[in-house]
């Protein structure tokens, strides 16, 4: 996606006071593989945070709360992605590298990892938001 278009997209999503409902927004692409969409929902995540959260052009990773980590997630269910964050130490991290897929065929295979210290890395796997089920009542 261009640079513009990705900006553009960033803005429309992020600059509202609420997030709008899940789907809102549709990504759509012509014959690209899976690594190019990775990267960029991984662009409109990163401006995302740095719309609503940053500072001078920059992000300080201990300044996001958990509340707001699940505010952007409301905002990126809005084109249909959802995320998981996991928090894990370096050794821990070189054994999934170890048994790491080779073979990328979905968004869930690709990971975004973020070193935050000498021993702790941030994983975050992003994947199709699907809306929960609610089921009435039968009785």
């Given at each position: 996606?261009?640079?513009?278009?990705?900006?553009?997209?960033v803005?429309?999503?992020?600059?509202?006071?609420?997030?709008?409902?899940?789907?809102?927004?549709?990504?759509?692409?012509?014959?690209?593989?899976?690594?190019?969409?990775?990267?960029?929902?991984?662009?409109?995540?990163?401006?995302?945070i740095?719309?609503?959260?940053?500072?001078?052009?920059?992000?300080?990773?201990?300044?996001?709360?958990?509340?707001?980590?699940?505010?952007?997630?409301?905002?990126?269910?809005?084109?249909?992605?959802?995320?998981?964050?996991?928090?894990?130490?370096?050794?821990?991290?070189?054994?999934?590298?170890?048994?790491?897929?080779?073979?990328k065929?979905?968004?869930?295979?690709y990971?975004?990892?973020?070193?935050?210290?000498?021993?702790?890395?941030?994983?975050i796997?992003?994947?199709?938001?699907?809306?929960?089920?609610?089921?009435?009542?039968?009785?």
């Amino acid at each position: 996606m261009p640079k513009n278009s990705l900006k553009n997209l960033v803005n429309s999503i992020f600059n509202r006071i609420n997030p709008l409902p899940p789907y809102s927004f549709e990504l759509t692409y012509d014959n690209i593989h899976i690594s190019e969409v990775f990267k960029d929902i991984t662009k409109i995540f990163i401006g995302g945070i740095n719309f609503k959260y940053g500072e001078n052009g920059g992000i300080d990773i201990r300044d996001l709360t958990d509340t707001k980590m699940n505010n952007i997630k409301e905002y990126m269910h809005s084109i249909g992605i959802t995320y998981t964050i996991n928090f894990i130490d370096f050794s821990k991290f070189k054994e999934l590298q170890k048994k790491k897929k080779f073979e990328k065929n979905y968004l869930s295979d690709y990971t975004f990892n973020i070193h935050v210290s000498q021993n702790t890395i941030i994983i975050i796997n992003f994947d199709y938001y699907i809306k929960p089920t609610l089921w009435n009542r039968i009785l």
